[in-house]
């Protein structure tokens, strides 16, 4: 399976660099600097996503709510950072750290309550986080009343606007995160226990593997890389925003399955996920610079989503 894995990277790094030599041909501003650091910190932002949704359908579920979480993550912890004396909670602003900290105990408890009701009650992941989806976003409504939180401190927006020896925090913000869930995926028990939990769930319980602490604990995962998601977001625009992450689902399950990412669960790498999410950041930027209307763009990447899994249906008919 590492050598497959492999083989899909190298396709996927393949396809990614036509891409970029092409828009590039077409469009000199594609390849400057600026735009390529434009494009990989919002990229940080998706693959952050693209990342929560991987690691759930790796044991056969998924999150439809990764889009309400980065709304709701990202509008309580702005609310712990605003200089706003309306928009922000009593004492605020508080250190960026515990602004930062709060909105990942509220992905943290979105991805909790997801997981238990998947595992304790037996109902299916895509029901529970189609209403988590509606439940984290209605309560991002109620805790500002719809409005946004602006006015945030240069200590939080830091994390979505600074820079380290010129390199966009963000990017380093994505570079950290892909190497610790690459470790943790590839080299650790927890992570063959997460592969073996998607590829084989019943021999998984009987080789001792606690199947329901797997799953509970990838929903976990998934709001925490949501709500990250979330706070970047929030930094980078100076703002927590009601109508944040919405749509971005879609585009966060097509990077995951343009990255050779199984929905039948088992099959999959942080690598591919990375490369998924860059080749639909190049698309989204080149389709823009190409002139191409949004909506034509929303077409493109289903018939994208419906021929990826099309392809991984008959590699898995191949593989019976």
Same mark, same amino acid.
């Given at each position: 399976?590492?050598?497959?894995?492999?083989?899909?990277?190298?396709?996927?790094?393949?396809?990614?660099? =036509?891409?970029?030599? &092409?828009?590039?041909?077409?469009?000199?501003?594609?390849?400057?600097?600026?735009?390529?650091?434009?494009?990989?910190?919002?990229?940080?932002?998706?693959?952050?996503?693209?990342? &929560?949704?991987?690691?759930?359908?790796?044991?056969?579920? =998924?999150?439809?709510?990764?889009?309400?979480? #980065?709304?709701?993550? /990202?509008?309580?912890?702005?609310?712990?950072?605003?200089?706003?004396?309306?928009?922000?909670?009593?004492?605020?602003?508080?250190?960026?750290?515990?602004?930062?900290?709060?909105?990942l105990? !509220?992905?943290?408890?979105?991805?909790?309550?997801?997981?238990?009701?998947?595992?304790?009650?037996?109902?299916?992941?895509?029901?529970?986080?189609? /209403?988590?989806?509606?439940?984290?976003?209605?309560?991002?409504?109620?805790?500002?009343?719809?409005?946004?939180?602006?006015? +945030?401190?240069?200590?939080?927006?830091?994390?979505?606007?600074?820079?380290?020896?010129?390199?966009?925090?963000? =990017?380093?913000?994505?570079l950290?995160?892909?190497?610790?869930?690459?470790w943790? +995926?590839?080299?650790?028990?927890?992570?063959?226990?997460?592969?073996?939990?998607?590829?084989?769930?019943?021999?998984?319980?009987?080789?001792g593997?606690?199947?329901?602490?797997?799953?509970?604990?990838?929903?976990? =995962?998934?709001?925490?890389?949501?709500?990250?998601?979330?706070?970047?977001?929030?930094?980078?625009?100076?703002?927590?925003l009601?109508q &944040?992450?919405?749509?971005?689902? +879609?585009?966060?399950?097509?990077?995951?399955? !343009? /990255?050779?990412?199984?929905?039948?669960?088992?099959?999959?790498?942080v690598?591919?996920?990375l490369?998924?999410?860059?080749? !639909?950041? #190049?698309?989204?930027? /080149? +389709?823009?610079?190409?002139?191409?209307?949004?909506?034509?763009?929303?077409?493109?990447?289903?018939?994208?989503i419906?021929? &990826?899994?099309?392809?991984?249906?008959?590699?898995?008919?191949?593989?019976?």
């Amino acid at each position: 399976m590492t050598a497959l894995l492999k083989s899909r990277e190298l396709i996927l790094a393949l396809i990614l660099a =036509i891409a970029v030599a &092409a828009i590039g041909a077409y469009d000199s501003v594609f390849v400057q600097w600026q735009n390529i650091s434009d494009m990989l910190t919002e990229t940080s932002v998706l693959f952050m996503m693209a990342l &929560a949704q991987m690691v759930v359908i790796l044991t056969r579920g =998924i999150d439809l709510s990764v889009g309400s979480v #980065v709304a709701l993550a /990202g509008i309580v912890g702005a609310s712990f950072a605003t200089t706003s004396p309306v928009a922000g909670v009593s004492g605020t602003p508080y250190p960026a750290l515990v602004a930062i900290a709060v909105g990942l105990v !509220i992905g943290l408890l979105c991805g909790t309550v997801s997981g238990i009701v998947v595992t304790r009650f037996r109902v299916p992941s895509f029901v529970v986080t189609l /209403g988590m989806l509606s439940s984290a976003r209605g309560l991002a409504m109620l805790y500002t009343g719809g409005k946004p939180v602006p006015s +945030l401190t240069p200590e939080f927006r830091w994390m979505g606007t600074g820079h380290v020896l010129g390199v966009p925090a963000p =990017i380093l913000v994505l570079l950290v995160v892909f190497a610790v869930s690459w470790w943790v +995926l590839s080299k650790t028990r927890y992570g063959r226990h997460v592969y073996a939990v998607g590829g084989n769930p019943r021999a998984a319980n009987t080789s001792g593997i606690r199947v329901s602490r797997i799953r509970l604990s990838v929903f976990m =995962i998934s709001g925490v890389t949501a709500a990250l998601a979330g706070l970047l977001l929030a930094a980078r625009t100076g703002s927590g925003l009601t109508q &944040a992450g919405v749509s971005y689902e +879609l585009d966060a399950i097509a990077a995951v399955v !343009i /990255g050779g990412t199984s929905l039948s669960g088992g099959t999959g790498s942080v690598t591919g996920t990375l490369f998924g999410t860059l080749i !639909i950041a #190049v698309m989204n930027n /080149g +389709l823009d610079l190409l002139g191409v209307d949004s909506n034509y763009q929303q077409i493109i990447k289903g018939l994208i989503i419906v021929l &990826a899994v099309m392809i991984d249906s008959s590699r898995q008919k191949e593989a019976e």
